[in-house]
């Protein structure tokens, strides 16, 4: 499965990495900011080998070098824009919901978001 993970934080990104590979996705690409997740989007679709999943926090850079924002709502709202229907999910430390999200995990050690990932995860594998 090709995965698209956005994620500022080392660590974070460690541990959703691990859930990825015991789920058997392991072909994962990584970006730090918006405008480098945006690109490597563009580039899978031109090629058309588009990602299959795409794993996004929602405070991470808009840019290399930028401030953190509110950058997994500006992410949805430019793959609706572009017409690119890749599930996104979204595994933040705030508890949110998003509608336009396939789905939204608490990122939190009070919560079992490893265990709603691999789920989601087997969903998305057996379509």
């Known amino acids: 499965m090709k995965i698209l993970h956005l994620e500022d934080d080392v660590f974070k990104r460690k541990r959703i990495e691990r859930v990825l590979c015991s789920a058997g996705a392991d072909n994962s690409i990584w970006v730090k900011n918006l405008e480098?997740?945006?690109?490597?989007?563009?580039?899978?679709q031109s090629k058309s080998e588009p990602y299959e999943l795409i794993i996004s926090d929602m405070y991470y850079p808009?840019?290399?070098?930028?401030?953190?924002?509110e950058a997994g709502t500006e992410l949805l709202s430019i793959l609706k824009d572009k017409g690119i229907d890749t599930p996104v999910?979204?595994?933040s430390s705030?508890?949110?919901?998003?509608?336009?999200?396939?789905?939204?995990?608490?990122?939190?050690?009070?919560s079992d978001w490893d265990r709603q990932l691999e789920a989601l995860l087997r969903k998305i594998q057996e379509k």
């Open 36 to 44: 480098d997740g945006i690109i490597c989007i563009e580039e899978a």
């Open 94 to 110: 705030a508890r949110l919901r998003i509608r336009e999200a396939y789905g939204c995990l608490w990122y939190s050690e009070n």
């Open 62 to 69: 808009l840019k290399n070098g930028g401030r953190e924002a």
């Open 89 to 91: 999910i979204i595994c």
